[in-house]
């Protein structure tokens, strides 16, 4: 079993920069990927092998991958951006997701 | 324009057994894994399953291991999952989930909008 942890929430005001963490066990030799998931819609990707992203997903949209920890940055965050936030690994052809982060913009 | 549309959930006793079933359309059906991914209410995502795009490979989440089974047919541009002794907190939202390559490992890039699962008696 592989174990990703993240915080349950996060703030951050219009405008300003969000940080979501996920940590794992040294989770920067594998790639993470992060989906976004609005209230009753499925999940959407926004970032994939750590720092790329796909077509049609915003440039405020980034990511990192180092150590124990991948970070999703939204840069400039909007209203819009308000949503479920996941991270994803994967471990011996098995998957796994962190437990989501709640993103409050207000 | 890939779609996946999901079918088969529905109410169901604890310990019976239940198909899902997924069609997809729009891309080249062999050429992907496919996955089941899914949400409790009110919960997370949990990966369930995959299997390569010309069924060679499986892999099942441990909470399932032993009591699901995923399959394809190719032919059908199809995808199943038979679940059986079933639990109450097996009780989710189960997404079919496309892969973007043809064994596990990489990014799921298309989803379905769920099928319902209830496990109650």
């Known amino acids: 079993s592989y174990e990703l942890t993240q915080p349950p929430s996060v703030s951050v005001s219009p405008g300003q920069t969000a940080s979501i963490t996920c940590s794992g066990d040294?989770?920067?030799?594998?790639?993470a990927y992060w989906y976004q998931q609005k209230p009753d819609q499925s999940p959407v990707l926004v970032i994939y092998?750590?720092?790329k992203r796909p077509s049609g997903i915003p440039e405020r949209f980034s990511g990192s991958n180092s150590g124990n920890t991948a970070t999703l940055t939204i840069s400039g965050t909007q209203a819009m951006d308000e949503a479920d936030y996941y991270c994803?690994?994967?471990?011996?052809?098995?998957?796994?997701f962190g437990g989501g982060t709640k993103l409050t913009v207000l | 324009e890939v779609q996946l549309v999901e079918s088969g959930g529905g109410l169901v006793q604890p310990g019976r057994s239940l198909r899902l079933s997924c069609a997809g359309s729009?891309?080249?059906?062999?050429?992907?894994?496919m996955h089941w991914v899914r949400q409790a209410p009110g919960k997370g995502l949990e990966w369930v399953s995959y299997i390569s795009g010309n069924s060679a490979k499986t892999g099942y989440a441990d909470s399932v291991k032993g009591r699901f089974t995923i399959s394809r047919d190719n032919a059908k541009n199809s995808l199943s999952l038979q679940m059986n002794s079933l639990r109450a907190d097996d009780t989710a939202l189960y997404y079919c989930v496309k892969g973007t390559i043809a064994v596990a490992g990489e990014r799921f890039d298309s989803w379905g909008q769920g099928t319902l699962v209830t496990v109650s008696s």
């Open positions: 729009g891309f080249t059906f062999d050429d992907y894994a």
């Open positions: 040294k989770l920067g030799d594998r790639y």
């Open positions: 994803q690994a994967w471990a011996s052809s098995t998957g796994f």
């Open positions: 092998q750590d720092t």
